[in-house]
């Protein structure tokens, strides 16, 4: 069973840093695209960043230029480091692999599998 489990989440003030991390059991990401997506109270769900198999990346207009997605495959771990953080980025967080959408639509939700998520909170 595929399981992605993200950890780093947490409490941050306007302007600061978080990395992000999202490991898996039963899935490679060497031979996948991953993905962050955020989810805010009241919202919907959207695409924060996508890495594909070749390691090129894709990213939502209101992260780009503060977070960098990357993935280490040989310990099979996902990240996502979010500099000057904003208040706007408070969401819950959540990885997901195993794309099942076209080839241009890496930041719609058209994955897999899920994880749980993880909290980033950013004050003001």
């Known amino acids: 069973q595929v399981q992605p489990v993200e950890s780093g989440g947490g409490s941050v003030q306007a302007g600061g840093s978080l990395r992000l991390s999202c490991g898996v059991s039963?899935?490679?990401?060497?031979?996948?695209?991953v993905a962050w997506f955020r989810q805010a109270p009241g919202k919907e769900r959207e695409g924060v960043a996508a890495?594909?198999?070749?390691?090129?990346?894709t990213y939502a207009d209101s992260v780009k230029g503060r977070f960098t997605i990357s993935k280490d495959n040989a310990k099979n771990i996902l990240y996502l480091q979010m500099n000057s953080l904003k208040p706007e980025d408070t969401a819950m967080y959540y990885c997901?692999?195993?794309?099942?959408?076209?080839?241009?639509?890496?930041?719609?939700?058209?994955?897999?599998?899920w994880g749980q998520g993880t909290q980033v909170t950013v004050s003001s």
């Open positions: 039963g899935h490679t990401y060497s031979a996948d695209c």
């Open positions: 997901a692999t195993g794309f099942r959408g076209a080839p241009g639509a890496r930041l719609d939700p058209a994955y897999a599998y």
């Open positions: 890495i594909r198999r070749d390691g090129s990346a």
